[in-house]
């Protein structure tokens, strides 16, 4: 659908699940006779995801609201993360109709001849030929490992100046030094943590972000932090004091795939940060962590102070 060209745009994923099994029955004696095991007629690849751009009002929706896109069906809204900015970005997950076996074709993403209920030989070829299938099939195997932490770069950062937005009730504007440089960067943070707080100890910077304005601020990069589920609590994420300012926070065990230069600014047409944001989270004791494996920097790890188990963005 046609929406306006507006900063009240919410960003929505909006997500699709494929059967789990590949088969409409389980016959132990069948998969024995062809030699298969259970994990065979397992689906690896079950999730489906894109990202989109919702009316204003999506973002006043709560958890368990279904509500239905035009040209797209019903969705019911299951997780709302909240942003760098101070607004939310919303998952909705999409209702099948019962009338078919096949998927919604959401994102054509999916090739439903594979799905449960289709016949291979009913498969249509789209424009482009092979070349378009081989390369959905590449995207489908890339999926993210701990080392892929190395396209996010993450600076210790200390916060010089600090001041509320004279337009926006959420938003602070930073001055921020990241070792190399000063980055001026703008947080929805108003709600949760004092200018005092701001300033206190350092923080954690993702540093390799396109300039993006908020509220009219341009904002090169975002401070993160701690969440619960909706977003009633935010922390900022800290690193251990003796941390230089500059440093480049590390994944555990992944030292060695991750250099201190500079990383390159993400190309938001690859969707990196969609699929490698929602991966940060703090564990059962509250230390950061990507795909469960620990952030840290030479002198420790990273933690958020009381919230466990949460999301950080």
Known sequence: NWLPKCDLLVDVDLVEYDHL???DKIDEEALEKEG?????????KSKFSTSAFADPNVKNLQKATVIQFERRGYFIVDKIHSQ?????????????DGKTKTMSNLSTKVDQAENVGAKKDDKKKKKGGDKKEETK???KDAEPSPADFHKLDV??????????HAESDKLYCEKIDIGKEVREIGSGLQQFVTQEEMT????CVLANLKMRKLAGFPSTGMVLCASNADHTQVELLRPPTDSKVGERVVVEGYEDKISQEMEKV????????????????ADAEGYATFMGAKLKTSAGYLKAKTLKDCQIS
């Open 36 to 44: 298969k095991k259970f994990e065979d007629i397992v689906n690896k």
């Open 137 to 139: 099939e590449e995207a």
């Open 200 to 203: 206190q100890d350092l923080v």
């Open 266 to 281: 993400v190309d938001p047409k690859k969707k990196i940060l969609e699929k490698l944001l929602p991966l940060l989270k």
């Open 155 to 164: 600076r210790i950062g200390k916060i010089k100046e600090v001041w509320k």
């Open 21 to 23: 099994i590949t088969v």
């Open 84 to 96: 760098a900015d101070g607004e939310r970005k919303v998952e909705l997950v999409y209702i099948p």
